[in-house]
């Protein structure tokens, strides 16, 4: 059997994914900067359906995700909350709202059990000041932020659930599967009522798109594996082909 991360394959990655963006480098390759930084970071375990920080709240913390899988959620004028971003293991966020005291502009909730290390507004401040160039980071990563959650809007409003729900699954192949010969294998996080949220749909439209992923042999599902059989169809569906 060739298991191999996803990250590795080539055909995963295009940039019409808009990933949660990374801080630079993957804490697992982290510079002296980032060393500094973990020092001064607090592992917190958090289980599944666990609010990091609810959108409005003052900030406390910088996070960083060391395990598990979080989303981030905006509600709207009208009470409705939208799922516009995840977050993967090397993934931050709050670092402005951190340094300049805004209050969090959305809600971080756990999707699976987690682990995520949290610096103190007091901590990260005193790293900006000795290393400006966090501040650099700080800034890109929030731009980049930024531009995902309108793609991601962009995408509600002209997509189908099925091309949202595809294009959902290519990400989660990217940054959490692994290769198992042609196919990828992925953990199932989601429930039928979370990948709702997750694709802005009803939950019967989900289980309605997951049944014709099955027919259509994209997919199959055993225990908590949800097995990709057919990434190339997938990837077409969500756009993501040249």
Not at 152 to 166: M, P, S, T
Request: proline content about 4%.
């Amino acid at each position: 059997m060739d298991c191999t991360i996803c990250q590795d394959r080539p055909d995963l990655h295009d940039s019409r994914l808009a990933l949660a963006p990374r801080w630079g480098t993957p804490l697992s390759q982290h510079s002296e900067e980032f060393s500094e930084l973990l020092s001064r970071c607090t592992a917190t375990q958090y289980a599944a359906g666990d609010i990091l920080f609810q959108q409005g709240e003052i900030p406390v913390y910088f996070f960083l995700v060391q395990q598990g899988l979080i989303k981030i959620q905006r509600s709207s004028s009208q009470g409705r909350d939208l799922t516009v971003e995840f977050l993967f293991p090397g993934d931050v966020c709050g670092a402005l709202c951190a340094l300049d005291g805004t209050p969090y502009p959305c809600t971080a909730i756990c999707v699976s059990d987690a682990q995520v290390g949290r610096v103190t507004q007091r901590d990260f401040a005193q790293l900006v000041r000795k290393d400006p160039s966090l501040m650099y980071r700080a800034c890109a990563t929030c731009r980049d932020k930024m531009s995902h959650q309108r793609n991601f809007l962009l995408g509600l409003a002209l997509e189908q659930a099925d091309g949202r729900a595809a294009r959902l699954l290519c990400l989660l192949a990217l940054r959490l599967g692994v290769a198992d010969g042609e196919n990828v294998k992925i953990p199932r996080l989601f429930d039928r009522q979370a990948l709702s949220e997750a694709i802005g749909t009803t939950p019967e439209t989900a289980i309605r798109t997951l049944s014709k992923f099955r027919k259509n042999g994209w997919i199959k599902e055993k225990g908590k594996t949800l097995t990709l059989t057919n990434l190339a169809a997938l990837r077409e569906l969500a756009g993501l082909t040249n």
